[in-house]
């Protein structure tokens, strides 16, 4: 079982940015693939960004070029940078980590983290 903890989220006015943090207590955490995914309340979750074990990284259309995600293999931490932000931007943002092992995809959720764009 791996237990994720998103942070970073709060207030933030239309063009500022935030740095969200995704902490893995995964032994392993370099084995894992990371995406981060965002929802607002009543809606779809919606897929963000993603970065697997080598650290590739893959974005959703519209948001390539404002958002990076990063990992640091060393720290057990995934990184959302966020830039330019807008307020169709607010949503709850959570991490997830996944793995096929054994023949079996592991998938862990955190409890995400609230950001609100707004002036």
């Known amino acids: 079982q791996v237990h994720l903890v998103e942070s970073g989220g709060g207030l933030v006015q239309p063009g500022g940015s935030l740095r969200l943090s995704c902490a893995a207590n995964?032994?392993?955490?370099?084995?894992?693939?990371f995406e981060w995914y965002r929802q607002v309340s009543g809606d779809q979750r919606e897929w963000v960004a993603s970065?697997?074990?080598?650290?590739?990284?893959n974005y959703e259309d519209a948001l390539r070029g404002r958002f990076t995600i990063s990992r640091d293999n060393a720290k057990n931490l995934v990184y959302l940078e966020m830039n330019a932000l807008k307020p169709e931007d607010t949503a709850r943002y959570y991490c997830?980590?996944?793995?096929?092992?054994?023949?079996?995809?592991?998938?862990?959720w955190g409890q995400g983290t609230q950001v609100t764009v707004s002036s």
């Open positions: 997830n980590a996944q793995r096929l092992r054994n023949g079996e995809n592991e998938k862990y």
């Open positions: 995964a032994s392993d955490f370099s084995t894992y693939a």
């Open positions: 970065i697997v074990s080598r650290g590739s990284t």
